[in-house]
């Protein structure tokens, strides 16, 4: 195939994915409340939006006193001892730097959205705040107040720019009609606290949650492959679904006129249903065709193993085997290895042969209802970046990890209604060994009186044992130091009329008077 050829094809999936992106963001599902002053306090909270990268604590929240660091943020340096309000002075005459913990508000521009959180997570701070500096064009009185002829026609979104795994700390974008009161309120000196909170749905005591991905993706593949015990101890209580992300074709032009491929070995069903080359070689490795079959196939496996019970044991099994057998250049497409697959995970290959061709299969101009039903669904649930994972249909921000998973997962019940497993587990420090052996032994449960008390009496009995033995010594020692004062100064005559060694005194233990 041409560079020109590939490049046609590259450019238009990657132009629907951008278009994607800017037409779905995620539902937001937190919420941002100013405390103090109460001045600004609104029942409603204000409206935000929620960056797409950092680690937000699901089901709880961070409510802490605002610094406004009057700076974009862009520079990895941070002065501490800069913004507002301003601090008492330290001995040498310098502003004291901002005490933590606290919110961070920075102003937007100048670099992404991920370097200023990570600049200011690296300062400290438990969370960022940052403050738009154009208004939207829809909002009219905002426009008119600050007399800007530039305005942004659509809503910012707070997205990754792909280096954004190593932010541990959540962050919120504030529109700036709203920021610059704050602002306005921290630059008088005045204390300003907020609380940034993540609630997740909690209907009932069935918590549902799904993770949106593809076959070759490389983030998600460490999580699949370990959280299968989680989705076994869940049970009954959690109903899992896996979904494949497939590019539409003909939205992406794959599918020219008289329905000939323009995408080539990127889609399969001329054009219909494309995903992108995860190796960008389109003449040789693996192929978006190849990723969309086994996106249908896993799609299959999960109809007929895993959708009665929402827990799906073949379905990890098949996806843990393929990782280990088959996810290589040479063997991804390989139909032997993917029924080697079978075999070990338990699958019936004519169930799954039969599921792909029911479904519409991958050949000629014509319609697959599985794939579909996936791309209608990622449409409606918004679907941003790859991996994503739901819970109760909220996006989950920050790295896929097996316990952020599980923690979302127990926020998301109805309270009182959480199983076992959670209570036992979530937050346990050593927790894959929690969820083998469905307990805890990484984290202290109280012990029982008897233990205690023996504990003190095994203490008790070391420290006398060690106390005689100190006093024993000391006695000792003393004896030494007055048998050496007497043998050097007090020479004795004995009974005799001997001069006698003043040791033999000592000797006796000083029964005998040392003057006659």
Avoid at 31 to 41: G, I, S
Avoid at 391 to 417: H, I, K, M, P, Q
Wanted: a negative charge; charged letters at 25%.
């Amino acid at each position: 195939m041409t560079p020109l050829r590939q490049s046609l094809a590259a450019t238009a999936l990657l132009a629907a994915a951008g278009t994607a992106a800017a037409d779905s963001a995620d539902a937001v599902s937190s919420r941002l409340q100013v405390h103090v002053p109460q001045t600004l306090f609104r029942p409603e909270g204000y409206d935000h939006r929620e960056a797409l990268f950092g680690v937000p604590p699901y089901g709880g929240s961070i409510a802490q006193s605002v610094f406004y660091a009057d700076s974009d943020l862009c520079d990895p340096t941070v002065d501490t001892r800069k913004g507002y309000p301003i601090r008492s002075k330290d001995g040498k005459g310098n502003m004291e730097p901002w005490p933590t913990p606290y919110i961070l508000m920075v102003d937007r521009g100048g670099c992404s959205f991920v370097q200023k959180v990570r600049n200011a997570q690296r300062s400290g701070a438990a969370g960022v705040v940052i403050a738009d500096n154009t208004c939207l064009c829809s909002d009219k009185d905002c426009v008119s107040a600050n007399g800007q002829d530039v305005c942004q026609p659509a809503e910012p979104i707070m997205a990754d720019d792909g280096s954004g795994g190593d932010i541990s700390i959540p962050s919120f974008l504030m529109f700036k009609v709203d920021a610059d009161e704050i602002k306005a309120e921290v630059k008088a000196n005045h204390p300003v606290q907020i609380e940034m909170q993540w609630a997740l749905p909690s209907p009932d005591d069935r918590v549902e949650y799904d993770l949106w991905t593809t076959p070759s993706d490389p983030v998600s593949k460490d999580f699949q492959a370990k959280f299968k015990p989680v989705a076994e101890a869940l049970g009954s209580h959690a109903y899992f679904t896996p979904h494949m992300y497939i590019y539409d074709g003909i939205k992406s032009n794959c599918q020219g006129f008289d329905g000939e491929n323009m995408c080539f070995n990127l889609c399969t069903n001329n054009g219909r249903y494309c995903a992108t080359d995860p190796d960008n070689d389109l003449d040789h490795g693996i192929s978006g065709a190849d990723v969309v079959k086994e996106s249908l196939r896993r799609i299959c496996i999960w109809k007929h193993y895993g959708e009665s019970d929402g827990v799906g044991k073949e379905w990890w099994n098949y996806v843990n085997q393929f990782i280990e057998r088959c996810d290589t250049p040479d063997y991804f497409a390989n139909e032997d290895c993917a029924k080697d697959c079978y075999k070990h995970a338990g699958i019936k290959q004519d169930i799954i042969d039969r599921c792909i061709r029911d479904s519409g299969g991958l050949e000629k101009d014509q319609a697959n209802t599985f794939l579909d039903l996936e791309m209608q669904a990622q449409v409606k649930r918004g679907v941003v970046i790859l991996p994503t994972a739901f819970v109760n249909t909220v996006a989950l921000r920050g790295g896929l990890s097996v316990d952020t998973v599980f923690t979302a997962v127990c926020n998301g019940y109805l309270e009182g209604t959480e199983p076992k497993i959670c209570k036992e587990c979530d937050g346990c420090p050593d927790f894959e060994t929690c969820i083998a052996k469905k307990k805890c032994s990484g984290r202290g449960g109280g012990v029982s009186t008897h233990t205690f008390m023996s504990s003190i009496l095994a203490i008790s009995l070391v420290f006398g044992a060690a106390a005689f033995w100190h006093y024993r010594k000391t006695r000792e020692e003393m004896r030494e130091q007055v048998r050496g004062i007497l043998a050097e100064y007090m020479p004795l005559e004995g009974d005799d009329g001997q001069v006698g060694s003043p040791m033999d005194f000592a000797r006796r233990g000083g029964t005998e008077g040392l003057m006659s």
